[in-house]
């Protein structure tokens, strides 16, 4: 572990770096927003007035395990939006920290965990989302991130209860989803670990359940939630639907776009796992940021914070590969541009760069890390070879039967 210890200009530097993500903090923390009018004040005040009682209601559409953090302010004697923002400044700089030391130990550079550690606090969709915006994207993703950290030290269970925690408090967790099959095809995680999943979520509503709301209210809130924006098939992310039209059939292009989603992701997870090779903690990453892509790319009704999950890994990815170092900016400035059409107001105007312009990035983003993911795979040092089992019986029997066609031949 020492060449990961500090020396004092080591100190120095990352004193500078927290305390000017600090101050862009301090000085956006005074921004009050629309979601901030129109739900968690609102939400807080009832929580204030009826206290633990209120969870019985449906008057909130998030995880209840946010709404418990919300109840948790509530009874705090100072102003709700500070607590609020606070909190979540907080989880951005732990966050940072989790990047930082997991960029030096898989780089094995202290100076490329110190980057990481600044880029996640200077990175404008992090700061925007929770002290500009009031929003909790960060607690989800910070869980994410440990669950790679855990995943990078080969502790799949304890990997996996973090990605379960953040399935308590986000369903955009299951953008990422489809890397952990991956991984369970791979034998990187057994299949007991994704109870995990269901078993902390089942959790994480019973004292929800307690108070008096229905269980099947409180298993369902998910997809209640998913059931509301669907206006458009996009909200001001940068999607396929920015570019063929977010505006028409929407009826039929959202159950449309749904099942093509599905169908997309399980020919993928299909062809990945026709191969054995080496899982590294580089193509780990690398598949995560593809799914992080690829998912809301295709699915209906993306809110414009959605892409933020994707900056993360692509911050961590650039770290893991300097020849990449543009896909996290091109991505964030995709992120921020859809972040700044809903907090600059612009309703039915369109923003200067036009989201057909994003989503067309996007998919560059996407091909180029899917071409990546390609090349590893087909690349003959990282192939293993496939066992009998998988290869089946029916080969063997084949060859057999073949031997035995020539004895009777002859």
Known sequence: ???????????????????????????????????????????????????????????????????????????????????????????????????????????????????????????????ADSALWAQCDIIFMLFVLLCFYCLFREKPGTAMFFYGMAFAFKLQSLFIFPFLVILWVNKKIKIQHFLWIPGLYFLSIIPAWIAGR??????????????????????????????????????????????????????????????????????????????????????PHMHERYGCLADILAILYAVMNRKRFYIPIVQILISFNCYMAYLSHLGAKEPAIYYGVWALAELGLLVIVGLDIWNFMTDKENQLPIPEAVMGNGGSRGANGGKERKRQHG
């Open 1 to 127: 572990m020492k060449k990961y210890q500090l020396d004092w200009a080591d100190i120095l530097y990352l004193a500078a770096l927290t305390a000017i993500g600090l101050a862009i903090r301090v000085i956006l923390r005074v921004v009050t927003t629309m979601d901030w009018e129109m739900y968690w004040d609102p939400w807080i005040s009832d929580l204030k007035e009826m206290g633990f009682s209120y969870l019985a209601t449906d008057r909130y559409d998030y995880a209840p395990s946010f709404v418990y953090i919300l109840w948790v302010i509530s009874k705090l004697p100072i102003n709700p939006m500070t607590a609020y923002k606070s909190i979540h400044i907080v989880l951005d700089f732990a966050a940072a920290g989790v990047m930082g030391r997991m960029a030096a130990e898989v780089t094995g550079s202290k100076s490329k965990g110190i980057c990481a550690y600044g880029v996640m606090l200077l990175v404008p969709t992090i700061w």
């Open 214 to 299: 229905p269980l099947i209210e409180l298993i369902n809130i998910y997809m209640a939630q998913g059931a509301q924006d669907v206006w458009s098939l996009s909200i001001k992310w940068a999607n396929i639907y920015q570019i063929i039209g977010n505006k028409y059939f929407l009826l039929e292009y959202a159950e449309a776009g749904t099942w093509l989603i599905l169908g997309i992701l399980m020919c993928i997870m299909f062809a990945m796992a026709q191969k054995r090779y080496r899982i590294t903690n580089e193509f780990t990453v690398q598949t995560a940021l593809f799914f992080a892509i690829l998912t809301p790319y295709i699915l």
